[in-house]
């Protein structure tokens, strides 16, 4: 009678206590496999590309998204929606010190500061985004399907001292390229 007691004593403190703390997971991304599209707008147009991701990683408490951080490769930037020398000169001059000083700063950074359940697979994200070596903080969506994750973000490229054409220092209202632009990701774990 004791032993059995005792028995169902155990299995009850460590059935609760398992419950009670979900196994913490931490799901490297597959870098080769994910993607992430950016969109720049000017007046008249826009361009679009791709960026590589170096790593990358999502953590979750159970099955909840809790945190995450992802290394871009600055050095990847690639524009898809030309040819030839133009695509060559676009994807120079976004490489250059006008725009994101790849040279010097080969990689920026994203660190989810904080993860908000909206839904059964979606979430609010505030995270700090590092772009030439400043910090600011960022808000956008993330869904979350099994071994898949998405989210899509506009980032105000002027907070990270990337004001080349922008509007905010004068530039020629035909050379005018807007101060934010897109970033699409697509995530495979």
Known sequence: MKKTILSLTLVTVLGTSANANPVKETK???TSESQVTWKGYKVG???EGTISLKSGALEFDGEKLVGGEFVVDMTSINTTDL?????????G???SDDFFGTANHPTAKLVFTKVKSTGKNSYDVTGDLTIKDTTEPVTFEVSVYGDKATASLKVDRTKYDVKYGSGIIGTAKDKLIYDEFDLVVDLQM
Do not use: A, R, W
């Open 28 to 30: 490297e991304v597959k």
């Open 45 to 47: 147009g826009s361009h």
């Open 83 to 91: 040819e030839g020398d133009y695509k060559g000169q676009l994807d």
């Open 93 to 95: 001059h976004l490489k």
